[in-house]
Nanobody, 114 residues
Framework: QVQLVEPGGGLVQPGGSLRLFCTAS????????MGWYRQAPGKERELVAV???????NYMHSVKGRFTISRDNTKNTVYLQMNSLKAEDTAVYYC????????WGQGTQVTVSS
């Protein structure tokens, strides 16, 4: 039973932009934080950005000023606007939604390459 759906991702040139989004199933109730993690080949999964239900945000240092996380609580959807993309942003990106449990999306590949 798919509970977080995250279409999108793809190939983008360095310096380009990409927007990810992820929608949580209605069966996930009382969602608090929503966020995005990423995992590059051979590296550990890392937290990219998180947003609270009230809109407070936190970002990993390397994406500050380039990435923006936002959410629409009426749609149970979280967005990640990624600008000025770099090769080192290449990874599988996973969305998360936290209520009583932490739910994970299936992951979407983002490749930054010329």
């Amino acid at each position: 039973q798919v509970q977080l759906v995250e279409p999108g991702g793809g190939l983008v040139q360095p310096g380009g932009s990409l927007r990810l989004f992820c929608t949580a199933s209605a069966i996930i109730v009382s969602i608090n934080d929503m966020g995005w993690y990423r995992q590059a080949p051979g590296k550990e999964r890392e937290l990219v950005a998180v947003i609270g239900r009230g809109g407070n945000t936190n970002y990993m240092h390397s994406v500050k000023g380039r990435f923006t996380i936002s959410r629409d609580n009426t749609k149970n959807t979280v967005y990640l606007q990624m600008n000025s993309l770099k090769a080192e942003d290449t990874a599988v990106y996973y969305c998360t939604a936290k209520s009583t449990l932490l739910y994970w999306g299936q992951g979407t590949q983002v490749t930054v390459s010329s």
